[in-house]
Nanobody, 117 residues
């Protein structure tokens, strides 16, 4: 089992920045992939970004490319999401996720990000 705990959400004006953090604990040795998803009110959860723990290969949703950056500190079992040039449509609950055998399996409780216009 892997436990994930997010932090760093909040209220920010459009054009501003926030950094989210996610600390993983438990059986993290077998984690290959970590990522961020978001869910806005009335919408389905959507993929935001992911990173391969070994090697650091990243992947982003088209809607956040060039604005968001995912990174990780494996020594701290922590993954970050730096969000710049935030837009009102980025408002959502952001959740951290990690895989089991390369399938998304573990989820954090989420942190609210609200971008005001």
């Amino acid at each position: 089992q892997v436990q994930l705990a997010e932090s760093g959400g909040g209220l920010v004006q459009a054009g501003g920045s926030l950094q989210l953090s996610c600390v993983a604990s438990g059986r993290t040795i077998s984690t290959y992939l970590m990522g961020w998803f978001r869910q806005a009110p009335g919408k389905e959860r959507e993929f935001v970004a992911s990173i391969v723990r070994s090697g650091g290969r990243t992947n982003y949703a088209d809607s956040v490319k060039g604005r968001f950056t995912i990174s990780s500190d494996n020594a701290k079992n922590t993954v970050y999401l730096q969000m710049n040039s935030l837009k009102p449509e980025d408002t959502a609950v952001y959740s951290c996720a990690s895989d089991r055998s390369r399938v998304w399996a573990y989820w954090g409780q989420g942190t609210q990000v609200t971008v005001s216009s």
